[in-house]
């Protein structure tokens, strides 16, 4: 099932997700969706709050599924280390058509669930960090804007503004 993705200025993108406490099959089936949700919107991470679901949970594939092993879950997900710096252009599903560039860690490291319950621990560099990132700020309630120059934020938040009035957002 695809479900519609929810746009910057809903209070579920802002507020931070709950624990996920229950590895069962319904976690299971949330995932398939997030995974469908994901690859049907061309996106590369996918977070709970962006289908509505205030919870701990995303889905990540850096390889926009050609690689059926670049597929992760990441159920409460921590960032544990981070090092060096990259600034790329960034985006996100829940800001269609704005990109800007975001300075992110070069290198990160997770820890969190997978769909089993297991714990594991997982390093990233280049996109997959900043993957790691973008996402575990999105259970956090915070969007890649927040780490933009007030300037530039306020700038996109303006055009969403004319956007909301004109009923195109
Ligand atoms: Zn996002």
Known sequence: MI??????GQEVLEKPGAPVTKFDGNLEKLVADMFETMYAANGVGLAAPQIG????????DVSCGKDPNSRLVLANPVIVAAEGEQAEEEGCLSLPDFRAKTTRPLHATVRAQALSGTEFTLSGE???????????DHLGGKLFISHLSRLKRDSIKRQIRKMVKAGEW
């Open 3 to 8: 479900y519609p993705i929810v746009k910057y």
């Open 53 to 60: 679901l205030s919870l701990k949970l995303c889905v990540i």
């Open 126 to 136: 280049g996109l997959l960090a900043r993957a790691f990132c973008h996402e575990a």
